[in-house]
């Protein structure tokens, strides 16, 4: 049988089932790419996991962010050589936690010691005000360390049918500050309450500039708010502050001394010890209230007007035996001497 050269049909070859075409082997390595990132992702994942205690350790020694976790153990070189001391070492069993103004009393180098000499293990979080109160009501910590609860934080706490116990173990000062361009030095607490009203609106009303007041507030159930309602206002109602105006701890120093909303008007509020020893702030003024300067030695005297003490807080009736041994440590020589090392007032 003759064959027809210009059949086509004769010249092109039968296809091959097991041979990838160029879109398959382009599909087929999109895949393998996909899956060596996936791979490459989830071992930097864990790579990142395995450090991050360490990174966020040393996070603290700069700035103490929301979520500070600190499993507080004491130094390797301070462990006894007799085994029968072993029991000293046990697994943390109380948790902690505490505003942002005071995270620096748990650094990893605190050791509290109970009577009996014996390290008191915990687990600390530095959560913020806010949350630290809702962690203790909802019985995720033991013990947390804040200013005075908000009345929708004692109402949170009664709907529960718990309550705060607190206990005072040391005083701050709570501080009203400007730009440093600001001229502004001192206000009375009659025309803080009267900025914050709106009654006042320029700082020519108070002795200043030429300069419509731009007056921040922080976030609801802060104890920084707290404070400002309960021992500043006492009642009167603050004037409804802008989307922009309201602010956390870190946010209100910002806006006081950044080079935007011309910030040299601005005015905000918060505690002595976080503006000038934890966040360092350079362009700040403190006030001084009614002609008193907010310093460490008008807290002890007592001549500050705006002096607040701070607490550690528990639950009433669900205080645990090293729940109290902590804060009777706090109460202690050894404990004051260390809320007045690192920079705030003792109680005592």
């Not at 914050?196 to 300069?211: K, L, S, V």
């Amino acid at each position: 049988m003759s064959t027809n050269a210009n059949d086509p049909s004769e010249k092109e070859p039968r296809p091959n089932p097991k041979k990838k075409s160029d879109r398959q082997e382009f599909v087929f390595s999109q895949k393998q790419s996909l899956c060596i990132l996936a791979a490459l992702v989830v071992a930097l994942v864990v790579i990142l996991d395995a450090t991050l205690p360490y990174k966020v350790l040393f996070q603290a020694q700069i700035a103490v962010p929301n979520q500070l976790y600190i499993p507080h153990t004491p130094p390797k070189d301070d462990k006894p050589d007799k085994k029968e001391d072993d029991d000293r070492y046990l697994m943390p069993d109380l948790k902690i936690s505490s505003a942002t103004a005071f995270c620096p009393l748990f650094d990893p180098a605190t050791k509290p010691l109970d009577a009996e000499g014996k390290y008191l293990l915990y687990e600390f979080n530095c959560r913020g005000t806010p949350t630290a109160y809702s962690s203790l009501t909802g019985t995720s910590d033991d013990l947390i360390v804040v200013f005075a609860p908000s009345n929708e934080q004692l109402a949170e706490a009664k709907e529960r049918r718990r309550e705060f116990e607190l206990t005072p173990i040391g005083k701050e000062a709570f501080v009203f500050l400007v730009n440093k361009q600001n001229p502004i030095k001192s206000l009375t607490i009659e025309q803080i309450q009267k900025i914050y009203t709106g009654e006042i609106t320029n700082w020519r009303e108070a002795g200043g500039n030429d300069e419509e007041i731009l007056a921040f507030q922080r976030n609801k159930n802060s104890g920084s708010q707290t404070a400002m309602e309960n021992s500043v206002m006492k009642g009167l109602r603050l004037k409804e502050p802008l989307n922009n105006m309201r602010r956390s701890m870190s946010g209100m120093l910002y806006a006081v001394v950044a080079d935007y909303n011309n910030s040299k008007s601005a005015i905000g509020y918060s505690f002595r010890f976080y503006v000038t020893d934890m966040q360092k702030a350079e362009n700040v003024r403190l006030l001084a209230i009614n002609g008193v300067e907010p310093t460490a030695e008008n807290i002890r005297n007592g001549s500050y007007p705006l002096i607040h003490e701070f607490y550690i807080v528990g639950m009433k009736n669900y205080i645990s035996e090293n729940a109290k041994k902590l804060i009777d440590w706090f109460l202690s020589d050894q404990g004051q001497k260390h809320i007045e090392k690192v920079g705030y007032v003792p109680i005592n």
